[in-house]
């Protein structure tokens, strides 16, 4: 099992930056991919950026391409978002994921920290 602990949600006015943090800890080998992803009210739940292990690569929602930035510190085991220039469209509960790509059985979401972004 793998635990997660995330951080850093909060109020925020648009145009202004927050840093969520995801921090695992228990079973972590097996995990080669991470992500997060967010979901509003009445809306369904939609990736926003992930993060491939092995080479580093990510990939981001094009609603936020440009404004968020996802990363990892392997010693820490935590995953960070970076979030800037936010907009009040992106206030969600922003979910954090760290899983296996060929292992479907290896999948573990954080319990959420939400976001709201006013105008």
């Known amino acids: 099992q793998v635990q997660l602990v995330e951080s850093g949600g909060g109020l925020v006015q648009a145009g202004g930056s927050l840093r969520l943090s995801c921090a695992a800890s228990?079973?972590?080998?097996?995990?080669?991919?991470m992500g997060w992803y967010r979901q509003a009210p009445g809306k369904q739940r939609e990736l926003v950026a992930t993060l491939i292990s092995s080479s580093g690569s990510t990939d981001y929602a094009d609603s936020v391409k440009g404004r968020f930035t996802i990363s990892r510190d392997n010693a820490k085991n935590t995953v960070y978002l970076q979030m800037n220039t936010l907009k009040p469209e992106d206030t969600a509960v922003y979910y954090c994921?760290?899983?296996?790509?060929?292992?479907?059985?290896?999948?573990?979401w954080g319990q959420g920290t939400q976001v709201t972004v006013s105008s």
């Open positions: 994921r760290v899983y296996n790509r060929f292992f479907k059985s290896v999948d573990f």
């Open positions: 228990g079973s972590i080998f097996g995990i080669n991919a």
